[in-house]
T-cell receptor, first 114, second 114 residues
Framework: SQTIHQWPATLVQPVGSPLSLECTVE??????LYWYRQAAGRGLQLLFY??????ISSEVPQNLSASRPQDRQFILSSKKLLLSDSGFYLC?????????????FGQGTRLTVV | KNQVEQSPQSLIILEGKNCTLQ??????????LRWYKQDTGRGPVSLTI???SENTKSNGRYTATLDADTKQSSLHITASQLSDSASYIC?????????????WGLGTSLAVNP
């Protein structure tokens, strides 16, 4: 069966520090991978998606970047965190494009920038 | 502007009771509609996904209905349990030019009390 791992679960980082969140999927090949952010009182916002190794599409311009160094690994990064980067970050995967099929989400990372 | 609006914003019911959550959308044209359950501090889990041609779909004690003419969907929970306490999010997959995108509602927060 397929599983998705996302870590860390919680993170407190000072403003200006770097960020690296990792997500891995097991039990499937060539998944579509996604990073979402969920801010308080707001719906989920798609940040990045990837349909293959090294292929990254950005949905919104921001202080963050994503990379896919391996087929089932998706990394969310920042060189210098801003207070506005605080939020709940979710990694997800799907077999087909997300708009056509259900997505499977990780447990999320609660990021607090102080 | 595409929008997905959910009501009520929050709801408290007693264990064993039924409840119905509402989702109204203005998305057009529309591909599919899904309902997710999100426990506090966790990632969303898919409950149902319906295309425009389906008007009802069940998943255990959860039954979703869709009226594509009035652009309304509902999620009915039967014989509620304490574990049903969560946020329920309505998501619509919309056509945007040659692409599609998911539009997330803000969710209904359900509390089931003993």
């Amino acid at each position: 069966s397929q599983t998705i791992h996302q870590w860390p679960a919680t993170l407190v980082q000072p403003v200006g520090s770097p960020l690296s969140l990792e997500c891995t999927v097991e039990g499937t090949s060539n998944p579509n991978l996604y990073w979402y952010r969920q801010a308080a009182g707001r719906g989920l916002q798609l940040l990045f998606y990837s349909v293959g190794i090294g292929q990254i599409s950005s949905e919104v311009p921001q202080n963050l970047s994503a990379s896919r160094p391996q087929d089932r690994q998706f990394i969310l990064s920042s060189k210098k965190l801003l207070l506005s980067d605080s939020g709940f970050y979710l990694c997800a995967w799907s077999v087909h494009p997300l708009e056509d099929t259900e997505a499977f989400f990780g447990q999320g990372t609660r990021l607090t920038v102080v | 502007k595409n929008q997905v609006e959910q009501s009520p914003q929050s709801l408290i019911i007693l264990e064993g009771k039924n409840c119905t959550l509402q989702c109204n959308y203005t998305v057009s044209p529309f591909s599919n509609l899904r309902w997710y359950k999100q426990d506090t501090g966790r990632g969303p889990v898919s409950l149902t996904i319906m295309t425009f041609s389906e008007n009802t779909k069940s998943n255990g004690r959860y039954t979703a209905t869709l009226d594509a003419d009035t652009k309304q969907s509902s999620l009915h929970i039967t014989a509620s349990q304490l574990s049903d306490s969560a946020s329920y999010i309505c998501v619509v997959s919309a056509f945007a030019g040659n692409n599609r995108k998911l539009i997330w509602g803000l969710g209904t927060s359900l509390a089931v009390n003993p």
